[in-house]
């Protein structure tokens, strides 16, 4: 395989130019000991030592615990009045350091380099671990002013590693930032090894994974003569409990109250995707200890997932992370363990029984018919049975995913009915609208028409059935003629837990107003292509319906709308060929308009408003 090496000519590159991430690959035909193919770079978590009393130089790193990680060899030269240095400018043409401003250097809290912290033993156990204080002007630490820092892996597996630090070099480029990638030589036990070309100063870099960004080594050895650079591996142990990533995660489950739901459980995936498992870890009054927790990974959590029934029923409804609400009420999911998470809590919240869904008939009363559906939208229900976690683990899918459910109407999304395997325990009162969609919240909608005719005894026919509108109780208003992938669809806030939600449809050939009297107004008419045309008032509004079949079944022409939009009456129809452009129909009614009344007429072609 044959990896392209991204080299500069660095006269031609200016002052501090980032490298973007990009990644630079050493050439495989490149001597790595004698080709120098460090290209200049500026991650702002990579320091430079400036260390007195002799003026000795050496880089370092932020850890995501704010301390200062470099090599054993360099932390052992420091003394009083040493420093470390961001944002480093380009030195003199002779080479000569050039300092950082006064606002990016930290003294070095020269009580921090104890036995405890600083290993200079040679290859493999050379590190340290230390401390400096707050800058003097700013009064910030460094992972506050940079706004970076590294987690660290145990992992001598890498592919490939990049190493960033203030190596020497020849005039302006000495000792300031450059950096630089290669492959993984063969690392095993205590130390990494790679193909990366380095040079004096360069001891106490980061030895970066490629693949994630996490910290695998400290680089400390120039050593061509075994045909590669080393450095210290985070598999040793000593530097490894020294960063100390692994820690005890408390992991909160309250009820709305703020009670810790005592005897119940929190759920940790174990194991890979594919092959494991949730392990179950019990909540005492402190919440459940998640032990072994690494800064810097994932962790994969699961609340508990059925109706709490003690007063007032509750369940599952979103996770919070240092008691900010987590938007993606998906249960299970995975978290990034970052070192600034103080806090993870499983948030329940009181559950209503009462709520329902239905639709409506104005035209033709007590109708109830057993085929009717309206369709409902719930991203806290659990019906999804996840593939990424061995296809056997059920979750809520949130807002990104869950789908609309058709329904039989009425329909009751209450604590204890399924709907085939779907349970849906309740829904929550007040979860707001979001038209940005940051918000979970609920959502109905109904299909323009009924997707299958309802006899009526009254006509002995069966006829369609077309949305009309939006009607609720203990709800906030429902969006009126939002019209999406052939359904009337609508958010829908519930305020009540006794709340009910109203399609109202209109059926064709039916009306419960003064529908074809008034004999002096045509009502009825044939194209020439032999469709039946018909207008007639109900509901308050006027209609016009087309059949194409002599009167066996008809349908609402207007994308099953009424003609006038705040109310009409006595409506006449006529039609006029013509020749080439279908069949051209007009109607003339009363409109009402604001409170007063005007003739309106409307031209139609083949059904559609012109």
Same mark, same amino acid.
């Given at each position: 395989m044959i990896y392209l090496d991204f080299l500069f000519d660095k006269k031609s590159i200016p002052p501090k130019e980032i490298l973007?991430?990009?990644?630079?690959?050493? =050439?495989?035909?490149?001597? /790595?000991?004698?080709?120098?193919?460090?290209?200049?770079?500026?991650? !702002?978590?990579?320091?430079r030592f400036f260390i007195q009393p002799n003026g000795l130089g050496g880089s370092g790193f932020i850890l995501f615990n704010g301390k200062i990680a470099t090599a054993g060899h360099?932390?052992?030269?420091?003394?009083?009045?040493?420093?470390?240095? /961001?944002?480093?400018? $380009?030195?003199?043409?002779?080479?000569?350091?050039?300092?950082?401003?006064a606002d990016d250097q930290y003294a070095v809290n020269v009580s921090s380099i104890t036995s405890q912290t600083v290993h200079d033993n040679g290859l493999g156990d050379d590190w340290a671990v230390i401390s400096v204080y707050a800058n003097s002007n700013t009064g910030l630490m460094p992972k506050e002013a940079q706004g970076a820092y590294f987690y660290v892996e145990q992992n001598n597996a890498f592919q490939s590693v990049r190493v960033t630090g203030y190596g020497e070099d020849d005039g302006t480029y000495n000792k300031v930032e450059q950096t630089m990638s290669g492959l993984n030589d063969g690392s095993s036990g205590n130390v990494v090894k790679y193909k990366v070309y380095t040079q004096g100063d360069n001891s106490g870099s980061p030895v970066i994974n490629e693949a994630n960004g996490k910290v695998v080594g400290i680089h400390t050895n120039n #050593?061509? !003569?075994?045909?590669?650079?080393? @450095?210290?591996? /985070?598999?040793?142990?000593? $530097?490894? =409990?020294?960063? +100390?990533?692994?820690f005890n995660l408390t992991v909160h489950q309250k009820r709305e109250s703020g009670a810790e739901l005592t005897n119940t459980y929190i759920y940790r995936w174990i194991g890979t995707q594919l092959s494991g498992s949730f392990q179950s870890y019990p909540v005492?009054? #402190?919440?459940? !200890?998640?032990? +072994?927790?690494?800064?810097? &990974?994932?962790?994969? /959590?699961?609340?508990?997932?059925?109706?709490?029934?003690?007063?007032? &029923?509750?369940?599952?409804?979103k996770w919070k992370l240092n008691n900010n609400d987590n938007n993606d009420v998906t249960n299970h999911q995975s978290f990034f363990i970052s070192s600034d998470l103080s806090s993870l809590t499983s948030q329940f919240k009181q559950t209503y029984s009462g709520i329902t869904l239905k639709n409506a008939y104005p035209e033709v009363s007590g109708l109830d018919p057993s085929t009717d559906v309206i369709e409902f939208n719930d991203?806290?229900?659990?019906?999804?049975?996840?593939?990424?976690?061995? @296809?056997?683990?059920?979750? +809520?899918?949130?807002?990104?995913?869950?789908p609309f459910k058709s329904r039989s109407a009425p329909f009751y999304p209450d604590y204890n009915s399924y709907y085939g395997s779907d349970q849906y325990l309740g829904v929550f009162l007040n979860e707001e609208y979001d038209p940005?969609?940051?918000?979970?919240?609920?959502?109905?909608?109904s299909p323009i028409q009924q997707p299958q005719d309802i006899y009526l005894s009254q006509t002995g026919k069966y006829h369609k059935f077309y949305f009309y509108n939006w009607s609720s109780s203990g709800t906030d208003a429902l969006t009126q003629n939002n019209i999406v992938n052939g359904y009337y669809e609508s958010a829908v806030v519930f305020r009540n837990g006794s709340a009910i939600?109203?399609?109202?449809?209109?059926?064709?050939?039916?009306?419960?107003?003064?529908?074809?009297?008034?004999?002096?107004?045509?009502?009825?008419?044939?194209?020439?292509? @032999?469709? $039946?045309? $018909?207008?007639?008032g109900s509901m308050g509004h006027v209609?016009?319906?087309?059949?194409? &079949? &002599?009167?066996?079944?008809?349908?609402i022409a207007n994308s099953g709308k009424p003609l006038d939009s705040d109310g009409g009456n006595s409506p006449s129809i006529d039609y006029s060929p013509s020749e080439g452009s279908g069949n051209n129909i007009v109607v003339t009614f009363e409109a009402n308009v604001n409170g007063l009344t005007y003739i309106e007429t409307q031209f139609f072609q083949n059904g559609i408003y012109l």
């Open positions: 973007s991430k990009t990644v630079s690959k050493v =050439n495989s035909a490149q001597n /790595f000991c004698t080709d120098d193919g460090r290209a200049l770079s500026n991650d !702002s978590a990579v320091c360099v932390a052992s030269s420091i003394g009083s009045g040493s420093v470390i240095e /961001f944002n480093v400018p $380009l030195s003199e043409e002779d080479g000569t350091r050039k300092r950082s401003s #050593n061509c !003569s075994n045909g590669n650079n080393e @450095g210290t591996s /985070f598999l040793n142990s000593s $530097l490894w =409990n020294t960063v +100390n990533p692994v005492n009054s #402190n919440g459940a !200890s998640i032990d +072994n927790v690494i800064y810097g &990974n994932y962790e994969t /959590f699961r609340s508990k997932q059925d109706l709490i029934t003690t007063s007032p &029923n509750e369940k599952y409804n991203p806290w229900l659990i019906d999804y049975n996840d593939p990424d976690y061995n @296809g056997t683990t059920y979750r +809520n899918r949130g807002m990104a995913t869950a940005q969609g940051q918000n979970p919240y609920y959502q109905v909608r939600v109203i399609a109202n449809l209109k059926g064709t050939q039916i009306s419960n107003g003064s529908g074809i009297t008034n004999s002096n107004q045509r009502k009825i008419v044939r194209s020439d292509d @032999g469709k $039946l045309h $018909l207008v007639y209609w016009y319906e087309i059949s194409s &079949n &002599n009167g066996a079944t008809w349908e």
